[in-house]
């Protein structure tokens, strides 16, 4: 039997799962791990939303993400709280950069599905190398897989990939919008590249909208971005939130 090769941080992912593992012994490849993994946390953030929602307290937004991260923390997916957080804030419009496999984009699209409203709008430009403090990160895609191919088609209805970097496609974009409810960075984890995004989503996001930012202690820009502007906003665990008041 051919083993398929795996890095450590998607080994110690299969192994959270009898059916991972089960899965990989009988010789699954990573694209077919990627899908069952998110599969099986979306079924769980989908449970433990119903079972917390009603212990949610009715405080300042920032204070809501904040028990909704906490409580998905440890149960999914470190991205399962997109989940919980649009199922709670109900948004119209959502935007994304950075896409990848398509994990945190099935918790949204998840959500918005579940909330019957609501579409999505991903930006990304897959398969780059870009230089970050120490070396070089990678976002690369398993071999011919475009991204979002773990997405499953039913929920493909609210979603609109736009292939690109944000400097190409994000001004456009906005300018079609008008209006976003939540902002999801995850794309290039640079200083440049996500000042970039927030300075020009920030004009386009509804007073009372989200800005999300994934890895935001990897440098200052999302701190050094908040103090700049009028907004409310708090750092759990890498993530940044900025509520726009």
Known sequence: MSIPSLSLDNLKKVARHPSLVLAFAKGARLPELAKLHTSIEVTRIKKLFGKVVGEIPEDQVLNVVSYLVRCCWNKCYTNGYLYA????????VVVETGVGYGASTWFILSALDDNQTGKLYSIDAPNRTYNIPGGTHDDLLPRGCEPGF????????????????????????????????IFHHDSEHTYETMTYEYKTIWPYLRQGGLLLSDDVLWNKAFLDFCRT??????VFRGKGFAYKV
């Open 85 to 92: 957080i649009c199922r709670w804030c109900k948004p119209r």
């Open 229 to 234: 502007v009028d907004c409310k906003y708090t």
């Open 150 to 181: 773990i997405i499953p088609q039913s929920l493909k209805s609210r979603w609109s990939l736009i292939l690109g970097t944000s400097r190409e496609k994000l001004p456009d974009l906005l300018h079609e919008l008008e209006h976003v409810d």
